[in-house]
């Protein structure tokens, strides 16, 4: 959905940007149904990525103030890759809880797998289970089931999945057709005209409350609507105070007061925007394939934020699924 991968630049953010940005959330953010010190998917302050463990004394220093700050359910997700060695995963684990980390969410799926060995996730989930109990999240379960019951070792490519498992596998689980996945995995999914999307807009999703991000650059993006800032996370009290100028975010005006056959007749009329032959995979696949022509042609609107992301979205190593049996 991020667009996330080793080709971008190493723009960690700064430990001043978290300070200012876990102090203007501190009162902000609801914690866990079952409690400030437990945590749950929907709730708390997750810290993530990309990976956040690359950069682990940063991720303990965010832990830090993120307890200082008296920010509740605080968890950290992981692919697993960090996880070579029992008694360095174990160290950790145990050094962020005493920082003062709640809990941990474990990512597993065909794209990790990909590239992390399985006894690593294997690992890190047989110590957070351990050190964090049922704080202890698998995101997607029903994927840490597949490979167990196949008794997968080391990695496996997604075209290896797709021949063991099939559709099959995929039938149970989320997979949201935004961001990457709408170039990369676009055989899996059914395709439409654009018309079909048209009377489609984006305000639930982009003035939601709940399961906001902050990236690394401090913008504020509301859901998974990835390159698409509501604006400086590091200002947040302004800019819940003054609200949003959608006369200086056009994109932002046409996606929350509109719909997307205005922003494609926009998009057509001034930057050239051609329709996919191949159709869109969802309302999301559509918007984010205009904006994605407009981000890389001009760089006027601010609300498409960060432009690495656009620049990023057909990066790293391609997935074919051209021989995938459906």
């Known amino acids: 959905m991020y667009a996330c991968s080793p080709d971008w630049s190493d723009d960690w953010i700064s430990v001043?940007?978290?300070?200012?940005?876990?102090?203007?959330?501190?009162?902000?953010?609801?914690?866990?149904?079952?409690?400030?010190?437990?945590?749950?998917?929907?709730?708390?302050?997750?810290?993530?990525?990309?990976?956040?463990?690359?950069?682990?004394?940063?991720?303990?220093?965010?832990?830090?103030?993120?307890?200082?700050?008296s920010i509740p359910s605080i968890f950290v997700e992981t692919n697993s890759f960090w996880c070579i060695d029992d008694l360095e995963t174990e160290e950790k684990l145990v050094e962020l809880k005493q920082a003062?980390?709640?809990?941990?969410?474990?990512?597993?799926?065909p794209f990790i797998v990909e590239y992390i060995p399985f006894e690593r996730i294997e690992r890190c989930v047989e110590k957070s289970l351990k050190i964090?109990?049922?704080?202890?999240?698998?995101?997607?379960y029903e994927f840490y089931k597949q490979f167990k019951k196949i008794n997968l070792k080391g990695r496996l490519k997604f075209e290896e999945y797709m021949n063991t498992l099939g559709f099959e596998g995929l039938r149970y689980v989320e997979l949201i057709p935004m961001g990457r996945a709408c170039y990369k995995l676009r055989e899996l999914f059914y395709k439409y005209p654009a018309k079909i999307f048209f009377k489609e807009n984006c305000v639930?999703?982009?003035?939601?409350?709940?399961?906001?991000?902050?990236?690394?650059?401090?913008?504020?993006?509301?859901?998974?609507?990835?390159?698409?800032?509501?604006?400086?996370a590091r200002k947040l009290d302004s800019l819940l105070e003054e609200?949003?100028?959608?006369?200086?975010?056009?994109?932002?005006?046409?996606?929350i007061n509109r719909n997307l056959e205005e922003l494609y007749n926009y998009a057509?009329?001034?930057f050239n925007y051609k329709e996919r032959e191949d159709g869109y995979i969802s309302k999301c696949d559509l918007c984010l394939d205009i904006r994605r022509c407009i981000a890389t042609q001009s760089k006027e609107y601010l609300e498409l934020s960060p432009i690495e992301y656009?620049?990023?979205?057909?990066?790293?190593?391609?997935?074919?699924?051209?021989?995938?049996?459906?």
């Not at 003062?100 to 799926?109: D, F, K, Y």
């Not at 982009?206 to 913008?219: C, F, K, S, V």
């Open 16 to 69: 001043e940007d978290l300070k200012k940005i876990f102090s203007q959330l501190s009162d902000m953010i609801l914690p866990s149904p079952k409690g400030v010190f437990d945590v749950s998917l929907n709730y708390g302050l997750h810290l993530s990525g990309g990976e956040p463990f690359l950069k682990y004394d940063l991720l303990l220093e965010a832990v830090k103030l993120a307890k200082h700050c």
């Open 100 to 109: 003062g980390l709640n809990g941990i969410l474990v990512s597993v799926n």
């Open 132 to 140: 964090y109990g049922r704080n202890t999240l698998i995101y997607q």
């Open 204 to 232: 639930d999703s982009l003035l939601r409350e709940w399961h906001t991000h902050i990236d690394n650059y401090g913008n504020y993006i509301t859901g998974y609507c990835g390159g698409i800032s509501l604006g400086d």
């Open 243 to 255: 609200g949003i100028d959608l006369d200086e975010k056009p994109i932002l005006d046409i996606l």
């Open 268 to 270: 057509v009329r001034e």
């Open 310 to 326: 656009y620049q990023h979205l057909n990066s790293h190593e391609e997935h074919s699924t051209q021989n995938i049996q459906k």
